[in-house]
């Protein structure tokens, strides 16, 4: 299970940091994504980072956002700075993962999502 937090209020030129934490025992988490969904707006990639640290930002976050991860804790970051109106969203996390090493194929998780408000 994963458990985004750190959303909430913010005025236009501030700063969140959210994190997303999972439970239990996993084997091996490959791609950690960040990704954010507007009211009325399809569900978009904010940024992913790799196992080795290769990360990738949609073009309306770069420069502002940065997405780290701590593979002991399972846990993956992203430090959003700069923020405006339009980042007004709900933020998903996504593990690609493997529960066991019995599972052979990486699976898709998501995360409950935690609410990030832009405004003065």
Request: a positive charge; hydrophobic letters at 30%.
């Amino acid at each position: 299970q994963l458990q985004a937090s750190g959303g909430g209020l913010v005025q236009p030129g501030g700063s969140l940091r959210l994190s997303c934490a999972a439970s239990g025992s996993i084997f091996s988490i490959n791609v950690m994504d960040w990704y954010r969904q507007a009211p009325g707006k399809q569900r978009e990639l904010v940024a992913g980072i790799t196992k080795r640290g290769s990360t990738n930002y949609a073009d309306s976050v770069k420069g502002r956002f940065t997405i780290s991860r701590d593979n002991a804790k399972n846990a993956v970051y992203l430090q959003m700075n700069s923020l405006k109106p339009e980042d007004t969203a709900v933020y998903y996390c996504k593990y690609n993962l493997r529960y066991s090493s019995g599972d052979y194929y990486y699976t898709d998780y998501w995360g409950q999502g935690t609410q990030v408000t832009v405004s003065s």
